[in-house]
Structure formats: structure tokens, C-alpha cells
């Protein structure tokens, strides 16, 4: 990529409201851009640096014999129910419903459902 490609500018000030330095310089270095409280836009230059990270990590994983699966963004709300996390979260969870009216949950991290997807190795995760 050239720098004549990219539209998007760099910042010569830090924003008020980065305070840890890997935040401060990403926004600097026009990595990432602020959309909305914790919500960034990957732009090009970070979704290069993004990739090769994710690059080097998938290598080392492949190397130490692991796999790599991909899991659903959203998960059926029953998972939520079973562990008593849909009563606790209360409101502050986004709750969706497909167009069966079932309600899902988009998942905040991947480790909750692994269980479902292979009961029989429940007990490695």
C-alpha cells in the first residue's frame, strides 16, 4: 500500500480520551479510528498489521499441534438460561430473536459454547 493510496490521515495530537499508549499511538499512526465508547474502525494500515499478527499466531498454533475452529457470532439463548447468566447480566444483555421469535445472545467471548459443540471433551475446556 502506498501512502498516496491512503486517503485517511495520521494524527499529530493525541485524542483527550486515549490513555494507554497502544491506544494512543494506534490512533496516531491511523491504525484504528473512534466510531462510537469502545468501538473502533479498522482501517488499512491496521487491518495489515492485524492480519500479519493473526498470521504469526495462527503458525505458532499450527506448530504446538493445535486447530483452529470458528464459532457462531450469536448463541441460542438456552446456554445463557443453563448457566444462570441471562437472569444475572439482567438488562445490560443485548438479547435477539431470530424470525421464529427464538431469542439468541450475541456471544461476548468464545469460550461460552464450546461445551455444546463437543459434550464429549467438555472436560478439556
Avoid at 65 to 90: C, D, F, K
Amino acid at each position: 500500500m502506498r501512502t498516496s493510496q491512503y486517503l485517511l490521515s495520521t494524527l499529530k495530537e493525541t485524542p483527550a480520551d486515549a490513555e494507554v499508549i497502544s491506544h494512543q499511538l494506534m490512533l496516531r499512526a491511523g491504525m484504528i479510528r473512534k466510531l462510537a465508547s469502545g468501538l473502533y474502525t479498522w482501517l488499512p494500515t491496521g487491518v495489515r498489521v492485524l492480519k500479519k499478527v493473526e498470521n504469526i499466531v495462527r503458525e505458532e498454533m499450527n506448530n504446538a499441534g493445535a486447530i483452529e475452529v470458528l464459532m457462531p457470532v450469536v448463541q441460542p439463548s438456552e446456554l445463557w438460561q443453563e448457566s444462570g447468566r441471562w437472569e444475572q447480566y439482567g438488562p445490560e444483555l443485548l438479547r435477539i430473536a431470530d424470525r421464529g421469535d427464538r431469542p439468541f445472545v450475541p456471544r461476548p467471548n468464545p469460550r461460552r459454547g464450546h461445551y455444546r459443540s463437543d459434550p464429549q471433551r467438555a472436560e478439556l475446556l
